[in-house]
């Protein structure tokens, strides 16, 4: 294409496509994301900013063997399926670093992160700070005929200070199994109850 012929072509161009705030544009970048699902405000801004790079990139290329139009959309189409394409992969990438809280510990012991991890928020002790001021006496009545034997024992135990290594002696059970009636214990099925 000829340079008298850009010079013509462009302003013509610049003006459909931007006018009104880049209307044009953006709809038909909104056409292309509307075929991927999951995208928030902010990565279709991210978007309409690298539709201005392959705007800028399609003007210097075009050479009018096709339609304009075409040519942006296709050309547009390829580059925002390539950035989805690198976004995924760097997600799947961060996924393979994260570890779940449930997972399983690899040495001899059963035990999982969650065990290890100190929290502020424990729900005995604030069951127990209730009881104590008269509150809620109902519902941890309530609560404990929801737990079957070993789990009330559990609960008694800890009530009394005693730590996890200790219960599983003392009842003789695994750290899988004294993991297990933790987390029935402390699952919001029985202890939405206390609250």
């Given amino acids: ?3 008298e012929r850009t010079a013509v072509l462009e ?21 292309i994301l509307c075929k991927f ?17 392959v705007f ?12 304009f139009d075409g040519f942006l959309y296709t050309c547009l189409a390829n580059r925002i399926k390539s950035e989805i394409t690198k976004r995924n992969r760097e997600k799947r990438k961060a996924d393979r670093m994260s570890i779940s809280l449930d997972s399983i510990n690899n040495d001899d012991e ?23 001021c008269g509150q809620y006496q109902d519902k ?14 559990i609960l008694n135990l800890l009530v009394d200070g005693y730590k996890s290594n200790e219960i599983q002696e003392m009842l003789d059970i695994s750290s899988r199994e004294y993991a297990d009636d933790m987390k ?3 699952s919001y099925e029985n202890i939405k109850i206390l609250f």
């Avoid at 405000?41 to 790079?53: P, V």
């Avoid at 210097?60 to 096709?66: E, I, L, M, P, V």
């Avoid at 941890?140 to 070993?150: G, K, P, T």
């Fill in 140 to 153: 941890v009545q309530m609560y404990i005929s929801r737990l079957s034997n070993r789990q009330v024992s």
């Fill in 110 to 132: 059963e035990c999982n992160l969650l065990d290890f991890i100190p929290a502020d928020f424990d729900t005995f002790d604030e069951a127990v700070k209730a009881q104590e």
């Fill in 184 to 186: 029935n214990m402390k």
């Fill in 11 to 31: 302003p013509n161009i610049l003006d459909i496509y931007y006018a009104d705030n880049a209307r044009k544009l953006h709809k038909t970048v909104d056409k």
């Fill in 56 to 67: 800028v990139d399609v003007m210097k290329r075009y050479d009018s063997s096709q339609s």
């Fill in 1 to 3: 294409m000829s340079k």
């Fill in 37 to 53: 699902g999951g995208l928030s405000d902010k990565d279709k801004d991210d978007f309409y900013s690298l539709a201005n790079e």
